[in-house]
């Protein structure tokens, strides 16, 4: 992404918002900003896609960076501690670095359905470990919602059952079955074939 640098007035216009109120973002929520010649305040791109997405608002279309592809990493908060939810949040964050894409993670629960109605994401990643049923709905609803019928789902599984096929993954409501225990460049490969 670029670091292109948008002052208080462009802000407020990009995100259809008052002056006013993008100030209260800075001094109250939390939108860093920087301080520019004659004490004026700039806000970088990148920061701002960051706290829109942080307070579950929609992402303006003409400050996503061109082609930038949105992944939504979906887990279960009981497995916030586990080793491979940890590397996964840092495994995301370097794509994010490196490759034009915005990330923006979610636990199950009631959320789930309006954060991916906000973040509108082109990959969904369900992490299904011990929570099958809640991964399982949420590809479910993308799947029979019209309006996210070009939404890619792939699911993070302990193991991949032996004889998976394509009409299985349909069944399951899923484009593509990822073992947890997968490479680094096996899953950035798993991811990029999706689009």
């Not at 006013?20 to 010649?37: P, S, T, Y």
């Not at 479910?140 to 096929?165: C, H, Q, Y």
Request: contains cysteine; hydrophobic residues 45%.
């Amino acid at each position: 992404m670029t670091g292109e640098i948008l002052n208080i007035e462009q802000v407020a216009s990009i995100c259809g918002v008052s002056i006013n109120r993008v100030n209260r973002w800075i001094r109250k929520k939390g939108l860093k900003a920087l301080q520019q010649e004659g004490n004026r305040e700039k806000i970088e791109k990148d920061k701002l896609i960051d706290f829109l997405l942080q307070h579950n608002m929609p992402l303006p279309e003409s400050i996503i960076p061109f082609k930038a592809k949105k992944i939504l990493f979906v887990y279960s908060s009981a497995m916030i501690d586990d080793l491979f939810v940890q590397f996964f949040f840092r495994f995301l964050e370097q794509i994010r670095k490196e490759v034009n894409c915005i990330i923006d993670y979610i636990a199950y629960g009631p959320n789930v359905k309006m954060k991916i109605m906000i973040f509108k994401p082109h990959l969904v990643l369900l992490d299904t470990a011990g929570f099958e049923i809640d991964a399982m709905n949420t590809a479910r609803f993308i799947n029979n919602t019209d309006e996210f019928s070009m939404i890619k789902v792939a699911s993070l599984v302990e193991t991949i059952p032996t004889g998976v096929s394509n009409n299985d993954l349909q069944n399951i409501s899923v484009d593509a079955v990822v073992p947890r225990c997968i490479d680094i460049h096996s899953l950035i490969r798993k991811i990029e074939g999706l689009f």
